[in-house]
């Protein structure tokens, strides 16, 4: 077992991971495992349990991070190693493997008066080799028998005892063994974790809240029950439905690396959809995860898989396991050959073998032949219209108007912790086709806020914080308001954040059945990033074509805001080119490519390099600078699919640019204000996401910036922008170029707003709702005084293989930020704050591309007089030496030794500066250098484009 993390309430004596051990000898669940704080003793462990795969689990890390399953020496001494590194105690546990054991966690709360309860029990789908966070998970526990729940509840609870967590929340995971039902304890969380959030979400027991109160003396009897005011907290949550989780994950952003799924965390966000059954909440959870699907069914351009390829995906953890299970089944494998693959327990397989039948037996039906018992059977088990529609020939529209003309619509049922044993107060709600609806609507004024999915590379918590932001705004304005949503991870589906909250999917169907319950007046897609604007021209159609009554008895029911056609204008390139020519603005050369000539055919025109990337996207997904032809041939066969209505986009890369970032608010008079003005510190051709920015400017003129202010206000009311515009700038040789506009919230919207004092995303609410700008108290652009600097965190970590140079599709995950008086200080504390630890003294590694050799000098020279030592390679010190700087010279990688990788392996670098030329060489040996880098965590490693 291992204590990952201290918590409030917790005995420090606790806090090494032996002493945890020896507190729980007494229960006689504990895995074979043993404490190691260098090789030596994790080999003698090793030796002890005598059979690999073995399990590695550093000490004091999250996510898994630096652990692994070895099942070799060779990994073994490589994962104790990096787990070692990873540990902030220097400490790794080392077990045996339990991979196939089902794998359960429970969330335990304890009082001072040690009153004890459990929240929620989990149960992954995915067996035990998977880190529950990459797992699909469901809550309650489905394949326990009472008398095994019973164990596993009592277990938990004399761990929580046993421990000494006097207070408060603790998560704990156990395995047990399908064959004989024996049971082991994984590892055990004194504090509260990712899975509480959701716990709390699946049950509605605000968890955190709780745990809160408790530490500051309350006991779980004196705590009313949020949801239904009439019971205590110490009442086990009991829930009448199915709650399923399944990750999103990235692979495709980090190239080189495997898109398979160990002990170690690599998703980037989750989506949570609730249901009576769990056949019905999977299925809605697997649309919510704008992955292309529509359910479980296989997407319109799956490729399918060769015999040898789809057993080894079903042997083997990945993240489209379960699709390609709906393959499987398509191919005629049963349910005992998968689980002989995928050790999936079998009340699983069996359910999806259900499923599998049902989508069968409606491809051989007519639409029209369907009854009203037939639809809500299908309904019931979660087949969303769009799959209804594929499956009989006809269009999602169309299944909507037929299945409502047979009086079959959704049911939506209150969360409310007591398998409706009493009322419950709190309107959080999910819909079902099994029963009464619950939910009581209002003919108040009111909006409907739609969230932004699950969160993923491009798209995270920044848009949670508008949504977030525009419900506290517009409540406070007098509207009822209603998110929308199907994150778990977020504020914005708390039941508290909203009038009423909707724990849904965002699509076409799912909003516009919220819609016809709830009859708002507006409807706001421009906070939840591109997830509510992929679906905002189908919505506005729909609303269009059918009108729908505002509740409130003021209108129909509209889109707030800037509508769906001018975003579609900022977004359709041949539009966007059109508008910039009409308002005389310049931008780089560039077109839409609706088939490979013409991709050619433009790059050839523009002169390689160019950017090339897929209209509608964010995050800079598939987004690359190509440099010849080769290079743009294996673009468009891998990257993208091309055809005229997925155009691929074509620009100029601008060289040696710097590249701004402008956030800007409009009113519905025509009034603009310009909120901040970001400077990219990292050159053009890095995706924002991944430079650090500084408000204000640094480097650019005064002339540049009046003519940014100024196209920002000419885009911004050609586009007639009401709300929040983001316009993407580059300047080159001090001439503004465009690069692209978003009119809607963008991902820099909270470093703007804390970097300059003003809740924009409240404000830009108000402007939907009718406000002027004058009316929210700003009519001018932010002046600060103080200078703030974003800078991102990146994952490199957890995906071996991938390259860790920095380009136009977007890899980070965070980001932190500094202010101080100064740029230098501002910096200092980002970089500080992201877990950059620059070395004092040592030898600094410079290695630059010939067009980057003479810019290294001065930077040289500076790192001399601070007292470091130069190494570089021989090109770059030729350069470095004709200036007058002592260096010493070493060989490349592919030139000979001693060359960078002994020094790094050596322990003489602690600091390197290296740029990519792009040649085969360095994408081999120079990929190698940096991943070597980072495996040694050699302070300070910069790689850039």
Not at 389 to 395: E, L, N
Request: glycine letters at 8%; charged letters at 25%; a negative charge.
């Amino acid at each position: 077992m291992q204590l990952a993390a201290s918590h409030e309430c917790s005995q420090p004596g606790f806090l090494v991971m032996a002493l945890m051990c020896n507190s729980l000898s007494s229960i006689s669940f504990l895995s074979c495992s043993a404490t190691a704080s260098n090789l030596d003793e994790a080999l003698a462990f090793a030796q002890e349990i005598g059979k690999f795969p073995l399990i590695i689990r550093p000490a004091f890390t999250l996510g898994g991070t630096g652990g692994g399953i070895s099942y070799n020496m060779e990994e073994f001494k490589l994962q104790v190693q990096a787990g070692i590194d990873a540990s902030m105690t220097n400490q790794v546990l080392v077990e045996q493997s339990l991979i196939g054991w089902k794998e359960f966690e429970l969330e335990v709360m304890r009082d001072l008066k040690d009153n004890c309860m459990i929240v929620c029990s989990i149960e992954n789908v995915d067996p035990m080799g998977v880190h529950t966070g990459d797992s699909i998970t469901v809550a309650p526990a489905q394949t326990l028998t009472d008398k095994e729940y019973q164990r596993l509840r009592d277990a938990a609870i004399a761990i929580i005892r046993e421990m000494g967590v006097e207070c408060g929340g603790s998560n704990v995971q156990m395995a047990i063994n399908p064959e004989d039902g024996e049971v082991m304890i994984i590892e055990m969380n004194p504090r509260v974790s990712r899975s509480s959030a959701l716990a709390s979400k699946a049950t509605g027991f605000p968890i955190a809240k709780m745990a809160a109160k408790l530490a500051v003396g309350y006991t779980l009897d004196q705590i009313p029950n949020d949801i239904t005011q009439k019971t205590p907290a110490s009442f086990e949550p009991s829930i009448d439905y199915i709650v399923t989780k399944i990750p999103k994950f990235a692979f495709e952003k980090f190239k080189g690396t495997k898109a398979e799924l160990t002990t170690q965390m690599k998703s980037v966000g989750e989506v949570m959809a609730i249901g009576r059954t769990w056949q019905e909440s999977l299925q809605k959870a697997l649309r919510g995860m704008e992955a292309g699907l529509d359910g479980w069914s296989l997407s319109k351009g799956w490729k399918r898989l060769p015999k040898d390829q789809l057993m080894y995906k079903l042997r083997v953890p990945n993240p489209d396991r379960i699709t390609i299970m709906k393959q499987a089944f398509e191919d005629g494998m049963t349910k005992e050959e998968l689980f002989e693959l995928t050790a999936i327990d079998p009340w699983w397989l069996a359910q999806l073998e259900e499923l599998h039948n049902t989508e069968v037996w409606l491809h051989e039906q007519k639409l029209e032949s369907l009854s009203a018992d037939d639809m809500r059977e299908i309904k019931s088990r979660g087949f969303s219209d769009a799959q209804i529609a594929r499956a009989t020939g006809s269009s999602m529209l169309a299944v909507r108007a037929y299945r409502k003309s047979l009086g079959v619509l959704p049911a939506y049922k209150r969360v409310d912790t007591c398998a409706a044993e009493f009322q419950a107060d709190t309107p959080y709600m999910y819909s079902t086709y099994d029963g009464t609806c619950e939910s009581t609507p209002t003919h108040h004024k009111k909006v409907l806020i739609l969230g932004g999915g699950p969160n993923r590379i491009g798209q995270g918590i920044e848009f949670d914080y508008c949504c977030c932001h525009a419900s506290f705004a517009l409540r406070d304005e007098g509207f009822e308001t209603i998110m929308m949503n199907c994150n778990p991870e977020t504020v914005s589906t708390d039941y508290d954040t909203s009038s009423r909250l909707y724990f849904e999917p965002i699509t076409v169907e799912d909003v516009l059945n919220v819609i016809d319950v709830e009859r708002p007046d507006g409807v706001i897609v421009q906070f939840g990033g591109q997830t509510p604007l992929k679906i905002s021209t189908a919505l506005q159609k729909a609303l269009d074509d059918n009108p729908i009554p505002a509740a409130s008895g003021q209108g129909n029911v509209k889109i707030w805001g800037t509508q769906p056609d001018a975003i579609d204008e900022a977004e359709d390139r041949d539009r966007w080119m059109a508008l910039l020519t009409r308002l005389n603005i310049k931008q780089p050369a560039g077109g839409s490519a609706r088939s490979e000539p013409e991709a050619f055919q433009y790059a050839h025109a523009l002169g390689y390099p160019v950017m090339v990337r897929p209209s509608y996207v964010l995050g800079g997904r598939a987004m690359e600078i190509v440099y010849s032809d080769d290079e743009l041939k294996e673009y468009i066969t891998t990257a993208v699919e091309v055809d005229p209505d997925k155009p691929v986009l074509v620009d100029k890369y601008l060289d040696r640019a710097t590249e701004l970032d402008v956030d800007a608010l409009c009113d519905q008079q025509g009034n603009i204000v310009i909120c901040g003005i970001m400077e990219h510190i990292e050159q053009a051709g890095v995706h924002s996401g991944d430079s650090a920015c500084s408000i204000p400017t640094q480097t650019i003129s005064s002339q540049a910036l009046d003519i940014v202010r100024d196209w920002t206000a000419k885009v911004a009311k050609a586009l007639n922008v009401v709300g929040l515009i983001n316009i993407q700038y580059a300047v080159q040789d001090d001439q503004p170029y465009i690069i692209e506009a978003n009119p809607r919230a963008s991902r820099t919207v909270p470093f703007v707003a804390k970097a300059v004092g003003h809740p924009i995303a409240k404000y830009a609410s108000l402007l939907m709702a009718g406000k002027t700008l004058q009316d929210v108290g700003l009519t001018e652009e932010p002046k600060p005084k103080h200078v703030a600097v974003k800078e991102v965190v990146l994952p490199f970590a957890k995906f071996p293989g991938a390259d860790t140079l920095l380009g136009p599709e977007m890899r980070s995950t965070g980001e932190v930020m500094g202010i101080d008086r100064d740029f230098a200080s501002s910096y200092a504390k980002a970089q500080i704050a992201a877990g950059q630890k620059l070395p004092m003294k040592g030898k600094v590694f410079i290695s630059m591309a010939d067009k980057w050799k003479e810019d290294s000098v001065g930077i040289a020279k500076e790192l001399l007089n601070m007292g470091y030592q130069i190494v570089a390679t021989r090109g770059t010190a030729a350069t470095l030496q004709a200036a007058g700087i002592s260096c010493e010279a070493i060989f490349k990688i592919n030139e000979g030794r001693p060359n960078p990788a002994d020094y790094l392996k050596n322990g003489d670098i602690t600091l390197m500066m290296i740029t990519s030329s792009g040649d085969e060489a360095d994408l081999r040996d120079g990929k190698d250098l940096r991943r070597l880098a980072l495996t040694l965590q050699v302070n300070g490693n910069v790689a850039v484009l």
